[in-house]
């Protein structure tokens, strides 16, 4: 295994320190266990399948109609095959590239950042991860930028490839500085090949920056994975997550926010669709280290058919941090009696000053939603459609783009019609 990486690596030209990254990442990997997921028998979904590979040719290409006006960076595989950011944003010292670029362009904010949040030694995935992963996107935004437009970034899985889909992104976002950033995971085509992902996201707050990071997850069938997404959040800062859990597989989203500055902000809203005999699981974590600091997770989700859909919401006020707050609900639409929904609000407190609260139910469309609107003469599919529109439109409205917010609407839609 250690040759193989070293010969990977050295391939790429990555630097001295990534490479021993990696060797000290895969070492990890042989020793230390899966995490710990609740409801989930982690160790049946094989997941730590050490591969270290790259495609060397794009079979499924996307299509568009029309090129974008907002910076964007699209991957298939583990190629990037488009990289657009305009002349303004470059000149201000905006970097938006794939991480064999940023290696060469931003080194010392590679070295000082790259897995740092998600350390290898945590757990035999976030392991695999810094070891194997084969491709990934970085954005940096100095201090004192505020970039005007929305930043999409579109990372394809081509269903005829057997390569695993191993990607790491990383975003610093400067002092004082403001970005709003969309990721989009996807499968393109309709083969069969089945494959693991393991996909870690660290989003870096510096002093007073404000984030909004918005994704859409729409993984295939073919498609078994887990999902780590985390932020640091400094002194003033706000990361503000709106994330939809849309795929078609067996999928664990991880997400953690570590509110690490004094009166930092987090406020997570994640809605998820778990359909056929398919399992997912929203794994939410909010940890207050600064004092008045301020964590909020909102979740929703709907089960269809023999659908499992899970949700644990964890929140976690560290001794020393006063005047925190730590809120919590999650909630669980059941269409039908075969699926099965769960709603796990954990709070752990270790201070007194703070306030702190959580709410969590599970159950059927209301009855009386669906009665007023029939008496307005929408029938009843109709009906239902609506209100689980509305149920799922905190995160829908959050999408900075038109045309994605039609496209995510469009997939509820596809998904309440199986």
Do not use: C
């Not at 070295?111 to 970085?138: D, I, R």
């Amino acid at each position: 295994m250690n040759e193989e990486i070293l010969n990977f690596s050295q391939a790429h030209a990555e630097p001295k320190w990534l490479q021993e990254l990696r060797l000290k990442a895969a070492d990890a990997f042989n020793e230390i266990p899966l995490p710990f997921i609740e409801k989930v028998r982690l160790e049946r979904w094989k997941l730590d399948e050490f591969k270290l590979a790259e495609s060397l040719e794009t079979g499924n290409v996307p299509t568009f109609t029309e090129l974008p006006n907002h910076p964007m960076l699209v991957q298939v595989g583990s190629q990037t095959i488009m990289e657009q950011i305009s002349p303004e944003l470059a000149d201000k010292g905006v970097i938006f590239t794939d991480i064999s670029s940023a290696l060469t362009e931003i080194p010392e904010v590679m070295e000082k950042y790259f897995a740092s949040l998600v350390n290898f030694n945590e757990n035999k995935l976030t392991a695999l991860n810094v070891a194997a992963f084969n491709s990934g996107v970085v954005l940096y935004v100095p201090d004192n930028v505020e970039v005007m437009e929305p930043i999409e970034n579109l990372l394809f899985h081509d269903s005829e490839s057997d390569l695993p889909f191993y990607k790491h992104v990383l975003l610093v976002v400067g002092k004082n500085s403001k970005v709003e950033y969309l990721e989009r995971l996807q499968t393109l085509g309709n083969g069969k090949e089945k494959i693991k992902a393991n996909v870690v996201v660290e989003v870096i707050a510096d002093k007073g920056a404000q984030v909004k990071f918005s994704a859409i997850d729409e993984l295939g069938k073919q498609v078994t994975g887990f999902i780590t997404r985390r932020g640091l959040i400094g002194d003033s800062a706000s990361i503000d997550w709106s994330i939809g859990v849309m795929n078609d597989g067996e999928v664990v989203s991880d997400f953690d926010s570590e509110l690490r500055g004094q009166g930092s902000h987090s406020n997570i809203k994640a809605v998820g669709i778990s359909s056929g005999k398919q399992t997912q699981v929203v794994n939410t974590r909010v940890t207050n280290y600064g004092r008045n600091s301020v964590g909020h997770i909102l979740q929703n989700g709907v089960i269809l058919e023999r659908g499992t859909l899970t949700f644990n919401g964890i929140g976690h006020i560290i001794h020393g941090a006063s005047g925190a707050d730590a809120q919590q609900e999650s909630r669980v639409l059941m269409l039908t009696d075969k699926g099965r929904g769960d709603a796990n609000p954990i709070l752990l407190i270790d201070e007194n000053d703070v306030t702190a609260g959580h709410a969590a139910s599970v159950g059927q469309v209301d009855e009386e939603d669906l009665f007023y609107m029939q008496s307005r003469g929408i029938d009843e599919e109709t009906a239902k459609k609506l209100v689980i529109r509305g149920f799922l439109g905190s995160v829908v409205t959050e999408i900075p783009i038109k045309s994605v917010r039609e496209e995510f609407i469009a997939t509820i839609d596809r998904k309440l019609d199986i």
